[in-house]
């Protein structure tokens, strides 16, 4: 689906553009980062992972507060970077998506196992995430 069609089916929706917001949320994205690095410490792998995407989540809806867009959807967080930031850098983006279905097969899937590298690597990814959304939004993180 493209960014029109996730816009038609509600999955995007117009919103009043925010920085405010947009601050707000890389401030949570900062708060889910410092819990995954907490948790890793405990050996607790899957909530790990869980907490360093929802910090890559949250730097993401950063970007569309800016843009004055509200999402309904993950897999649409995604496609409006992909489509509308490519400039983040397709890097990103593609990691982006990969921990994106890394949290979902996590959170639903009867057989996903989160080694401790997994779990670093996510980490690594949402620490150099949020870093970079600050950047970009020169909002610093």
Same mark, same amino acid.
């Given at each position: ?23 707000? /949320? ?5 708060? #889910? %980062?410092? !819990?995954?690095?907490?948790? $890793?410490?405990?050996?607790?792998? +899957? *909530? ?24 309904? /959807? ?5 496609? #409006? %970077?992909? !489509?509308?930031?490519?400039? $983040?850098?397709?890097?990103?983006? +593609? *990691? ?34 949020? !870093? ?10």
């Amino acid at each position: 689906m493209n960014v029109d069609e996730l816009f038609e089916k509600g999955l995007l929706k117009k919103v009043v553009p925010s920085k405010e917001r947009a601050k707000k /949320s890389l401030k949570v994205a900062r708060k #889910y %980062l410092d !819990e995954a690095e907490t948790i $890793l410490n405990v050996r607790a792998y +899957n *909530a790990a992972v869980m907490s360093a995407y929802a910090s890559v989540f949250h730097s993401a809806r950063a970007i569309l507060f800016v843009d004055g867009v509200g999402e309904r /959807s993950h897999y649409a967080v995604g496609r #409006y %970077l992909s !489509e509308k930031h490519a400039d $983040l850098g397709t890097k990103w983006i +593609n *990691a982006f998506h990969l921990y994106r279905r890394l949290r979902h097969a996590t959170a639903y899937g009867l057989d996903t196992t989160v080694e401790k590298e997994d779990a670093e690597k996510a980490i690594v990814f949402a620490r150099g995430f949020l !870093e970079k959304v600050g950047n970009y939004l020169k909002m610093g993180s």
